[in-house]
């Protein structure tokens, strides 16, 4: 069974930083998934954020980039999005995906991801 946990949420103030990690279960290896990060608040649609492929290459929402910089470590089977410059408006739900049916997978398409994490919470104050 596939697990993703999720962790590094927390409270900043409006300038600051949060890593999240994802560690995926041993037998789900990242290197195998394409993998992303999403958002989501009470109310309101997912958001995607970013996405890394089998190979390392990564995509990301427009607005986001610069801020928000995705990455995995495949020795500890762990992704992370590191989140800098953090602001109020960022305050939401954070999950990470994987694609482990060996389809194509992109953070705009959320529906093609086949597991989800069990999210993480980031709360910027001004």
């Known amino acids: 069974q596939v697990h993703l946990v999720e962790s590094g949420g927390g409270s900043v103030q409006t300038g600051g930083s949060l890593r999240l990690s994802c560690t995926a279960s041993?037998?789900?290896?990242?290197?195998?998934?394409?993998m992303g990060w999403f958002r989501q608040s009470p109310g309101k649609q997912r958001e995607g954020i970013a996405d890394?492929?089998?190979?390392?290459?990564?995509r990301y929402k427009q607005s986001l980039k610069g801020r928000f910089t995705i990455s995995k470590d495949n020795s500890k089977n762990t992704l992370y999005l590191q989140m800098n410059n953090l602001r109020p408006e960022d305050t939401d739900t954070y999950y990470c995906?994987?694609?482990?049916?060996?389809?194509?997978?992109?953070?705009?398409?959320?529906?093609?991801?086949?597991?989800w994490g069990q999210g993480t919470q980031v709360t910027v104050s001004p």
């Open positions: 041993e037998d789900t290896p990242v290197t195998d998934s394409v």
């Open positions: 890394i492929e089998r190979d390392g290459s990564t």
């Open positions: 995906a994987e694609e482990l049916d060996g389809a194509a997978a992109a953070f705009y398409a959320d529906y093609m991801f086949t597991h």
